[in-house]
C-alpha cells in the first residue's frame, strides 16, 4: 500500500488567505519529502474557505519545489471551464512536471460555482462529458480543429498561421496525454464504472461511510472488464481523513474538540450536503431521518484519530470493510495547529505506513 495526499482544502473563515495558501503549499512540498507518491487538491471559484480557485495554477507553484511526488488536478471542474482553455493549461502544466502529473477532473460539486459560471440549470454531467472528449480530441488531433458541441466549439480555422506556430494547442508531455482520475463521491456509483471503462482511475472521497466505499471496487472492476482491461487494487486510490498524535489525548483534541479542523471541515461539509439534499451520503441506513445526522454522528464515522498504532489499527479495520486498494490518500486539513498538522503527516508517514505495510505483507 501507497501513502498520497489530497486536500480541497477548507479553511477557517476569515484567516488569510496568503497564509492558509502558503501552508497548503507546505503541506505538498512537506509530502514530496516524506516520501508520499502523489498529492492531488481541489479547486473551487466562489468559496471563501475553499480558496484553492485553480488547481492547476496552484500545481504550478509547486512544479520546480517538488522533486519525486506525482502531481494531480483534483478536480478541475470541466463545465466551468472551456476546453481549449483546459487543453493548453493541462498540457503546460505535464510539461512543466516532465510527467510528474495526473489529470483528475469532474463535474464540479459546488452549486455557487455552476450558478456563477452559468450553468447551474445546465446538465453539467453532459457539460463534463463534451468538455473532456473536447480536450481529448484537441490532443489527439491536429490544428486547426473542427470541434463543434451542444455546450463548446473549438476551432482556429479563420485564424491559423502554422508557419508561425499560430492556431496550434500544445500536446501535453506524456503520450498520448496524462493518466487521468476521476473522484468518486456517491454510493454504488455508475460514474466508476463509465470511468473505468474508458480506462480512468478512482479515487473514493474522504466523506464516504466505509460500507459506501466498498460498493466502488465491483463496479471498477466491472467498468475495467467492459473497456477489455483486468481491474488492479493497486490503482484504487481511497482517500480517509486521519489525525495521528503521539499519544491518544493529543489526537482526540486535535480531532474532536471544538475549534478542531476536522470539526470545521465537518460542520462546513454537512451544511452543504444537506443544503443540496445529498445527507444520504453520510448515512448507514438510508431510512435514517435527515435530523439524525448530526455532526457527532459524522465525525465518529468518518475521522481516524489516536496515536500511531491505533490509527494504524484502525485504517486496517477500514480495509477490512472496503477490501484492499492501493493507496490510502490522506486528507489535508487546515493546519489550526501548526506543529500538529505538520506533526500527523509526518507520523503517518514515517510510524502509521510501516505498521500499515507489515501487517498487510503477513496477510496469507
Known sequence: ???????????????????????????????????????????????????????????????????????????????????????????????????????????GGLMSDAEVFGNLDKNRNDMFIECIDMVLKIWEGEPPYNLEGEYFNVSTERTMMPEIGQGAIMKPYQDPHPPIVGTVVAPYSKGVTAMAARGWEPISANFLLPKWVATHWPNYAEGCANGGRAADFNNWRVAKNICVAKDQETARRYARDPGSPYVMYF??????????????????????????????????????????????????AFRDVTGPFGQIVYAGHDWTDYDLGRQSMILMAEEVMPKLQTAIGTET
Not at 480541497?8 to 495558501?21: C, D, R, V
Request: overall charge negative; hydrophobic content about 40%.
Open 267 to 316: 460542520d462546513s461539509l454537512l451544511t452543504k450536503l444537506a443544503a443540496g439534499g445529498r445527507l444520504n451520503l453520510f448515512k448507514e441506513d438510508q431510512n435514517m431521518p435527515d435530523e439524525d445526522v448530526t455532526l457527532d454522528y459524522v465525525l465518529d464515522r468518518l475521522v481516524i484519530h489516536g496515536d500511531p498504532s491505533s490509527v494504524a489499527d484502525q485504517l486496517l
Open 1 to 107: 500500500m501507497k501513502l498520497s495526499f489530497f486536500t480541497m482544502p477548507i479553511h477557517p473563515l476569515g484567516k488569510p488567505y496568503a497564509q492558509s495558501l502558503k501552508e497548503d503549499r507546505e503541506a505538498f512540498i512537506l509530502a514530496d519529502k516524506l516520501g508520499f507518491a502523489e498529492g492531488y487538491c481541489g479547486e473551487h471559484t466562489t468559496d471563501q474557505c475553499e480558496i484553492i480557485t485553480s488547481t492547476v495554477a496552484f500545481m504550478a507553484s509547486l512544479a520546480y519545489e517538488t522533486k519525486n511526488i506525482i502531481l494531480g488536478t483534483g478536480t478541475v471542474n470541466l463545465p466551468n471551464s472551456h476546453p481549449a482553455r483546459v487543453a493548453a493549461e493541462v498540457a503546460m502544466l505535464d510539461h512543466m512536471l516532465e510527467g510528474r502529473f495526473h489529470f483528475g477532473i469532474s463535474p
